[in-house]
């Protein structure tokens, strides 16, 4: 642990709380502390700097130390003075937390504690990916050195790459399975009823192998983004459209690969299969034949799949509806004689759907929710109880939420217009008092999304202080008050005052936000609710 700090009190703490689990460095002096950055770079565990030593860290020593890797996998804690905000972040200093001086000894412990074990598991998952891609070259080199058959070639790497995807991806691992087989069964057809795009044995076999690279570029894909369990926001989902060429563009690194029909057939794939016939699609906007056909097949059989597959936002669509959906349009424009060839091999379709199902034992659990899990398991308290005691400490659970509740339908169902419990363990929403479509027109999933929307109605003015303030990353366990004009789903424009109030549970951290609104009609605003005094 690197320390650079003057004040007495905080050594003694910090001494006392991490001395028998670090090795820690302290120093006042701002050259020391830029020396010992980079001497222990490889192995200090967690940097924690006051405010005015990293002042003095220039941008060009940052930039030095930053290229020295010493904040790659080190979490930097920065020490303010009490009373001193960090609002306007001036420094150059990348840091991941703050702490007030003097430093609190349950605050910072926590702190530590959290961040390391998060950039340890950072870590490790960077690591993990690292080794699949450092496979995936080092398999290709030694292929394309013992000069093999195309076919071997082309079924290596996508075992790899398929592993990458599938580490990363929500979906599960049966999911490349049915689009190989729903595009194998769709060519077939169209070779028979269609001879014009000249589909022989050889090119169904090698488009349908390269159908399984279609979400390759899912890999360039963030987490927060990938693995979002609601709704994608517009923004987020300009980003996930991107996979498409980022999809392409790992393809064009992998030298290994010979540029022959196959790449071509992966390429397309790749690039196109979220393109319309009616040139509604993306990336590039494409129309009627100008969508490589083998793109167009893939991009039904990866539709039927979408629908048919229970996902974390959404149950599973019965064949039949899945089926009238494509037909409808409902996602998205095929031409007729896709249309035609997917008439053509329904039965089989479902008949596949059936024999390659998702079955529990096949979803991959997370790195990091196993990891929360396993914590949880060792924390339970529970376990550890007797039975009377167990007993008694349900009865205390039960009489304490009948209490939370009722004093929930005191603060918030009188006098208020509308109230939403968000229940942050289940990430779910409930509608107590009114209608949220009534101001954001439809009815979001969770906190985030209701705060996002909620901000989309503000006067302009108002949007930037409203996600300001009701952010789940600024909330605390305090109320938020906020008052501002809004514009509800009628156009109407109208004064009104948000209310927050999280509700903890017993270690701390914020199970639920009770959200109410007041429409305040012609009063005047009261600025202290402008504030974070109230």
């Known amino acids: 642990m690197l320390v650079g700090d003057n004040l007495e009190m905080n050594k003694i703490i910090l001494s006392e709380i991490f001395g028998k689990e670090y090795e820690i460095i302290y120093t006042s002096n701002i050259e020391e502390f830029l020396h010992l950055l980079i001497h222990y770079r490889d192995e200090a565990d967690v940097i924690l700097v006051n405010q005015y030593i990293a002042k003095s860290l220039s941008s060009e020593k940052i930039e030095l130390l930053e290229k020295l890797n010493v904040f790659k996998n080190t979490p930097v804690i920065l020490i303010l003075d009490q009373g001193h905000s960090n609002k306007k972040n001036t420094l150059a200093l990348p840091f991941s937390d703050v702490v007030h001086s003097p430093v609190n000894p349950y605050t910072v412990k926590q702190r530590v504690q959290n961040l390391t074990e998060l950039f340890s598991i950072k870590e490790t998952l960077e690591n993990q990916v690292q080794q699949q891609m450092k496979k995936i070259f080092e398999q290709n080199e030694a292929l394309k050195n013992k000069e093999k058959k195309i076919n071997s070639i082309n079924n290596d790497m996508l075992d790899v790459l398929s592993m990458v995807i599938e580490y990363r991806d929500v979906e599960s691992g049966k999911h490349i399975r049915r689009i ?3 595009t194998e069964e769709l060519l077939r057809t169209l070779a028979v009823k269609y001879p014009k795009y000249n589909i022989d044995e050889e090119k169904i076999a090698l488009i349908t192998s390269a159908s399984s690279m279609h979400d390759i570029g899912k890999i360039a894909i963030p987490d927060s983004i990938l693995l979002k369990p609601g709704r ?11 996979h498409t060429s980022k999809g392409c563009e790992i393809l064009e690194q992998i030298d290994s690969v010979e540029k022959n029909d ?3 057939y992966c390429h397309d794939i790749c690039h ?4 319309k016939w009616d040139g509604l699609g993306y990336p590039e906007g494409l129309a009627g034949d100008d969508i490589p056909i083998w793109a167009q097949v893939v991009a039904i059989a990866d539709c039927y799949d979408a629908l048919t597959s229970k996902r974390s936002y959404k149950d599973a669509f019965s064949h039949e509806r899945a089926v009238e959906m494509i037909r409808d349009g409902a996602c998205g424009a095929f031409s007729d004689e896709i249309l035609d060839c997917f008439s053509m091999v329904l039965p089989k379709f479902k008949a596949l759907a059936l024999k390659y199902a998702d079955k529990d034992t096949d979803q991959k659990e997370n790195p990091l929710q196993k990891y929360i899990n396993d914590r949880n398991d060792k924390d339970d308290i529970y376990a550890k109880m007797s039975r009377n005691d167990l007993i008694e400490k349900i009865e205390h659970q039960k009489n304490l939420i009948k209490e939370t509740h009722q004093q929930d339908t005191d603060v918030f169902y009188a006098g208020t ?10 990430d779910t929403m409930h509608e107590r008092k009114g209608q949220i479509k009534d101001i954001c027109g439809y009815t979001p999933k969770n906190y985030e999304e209701a705060v996002n929307m909620l901000s989309e109605n503000c006067v302009e003015d108002y949007k ?6 009701f952010r789940l990353k600024n909330i605390d366990t305090k109320t938020v008050i906020f008052e501002c004009l809004i514009r509800f789903s009628s156009d109407e424009i109208s004064n009104v005052r948000f209310a927050a109030v999280p509700i903890a549970d017993n270690n701390n951290k914020i199970s639920k936000i009770f959200f109410s609104i007041i429409e305040l009609h012609d009063t005047v ?3 202290i609710y ?4 109230k």
């Open 232 to 242: 994608l926001t517009p923004e987020e989902f300009q980003v996930m459209k991107q």
């Open 262 to 264: 196959y790449y071509k």
């Open 417 to 426: 217009d509308y109230v939403f419990e968000f229940d942050l363990s289940h």
């Open 525 to 527: 605003f009261n600025n």
């Open 180 to 182: 190989q087989k729903f």
């Open 272 to 275: 196109y299969h979220h393109e």
């Open 464 to 469: 930037n202080e409203f996600l300001r303030k």
């Open 530 to 533: 402008r504030t974070s005094k």
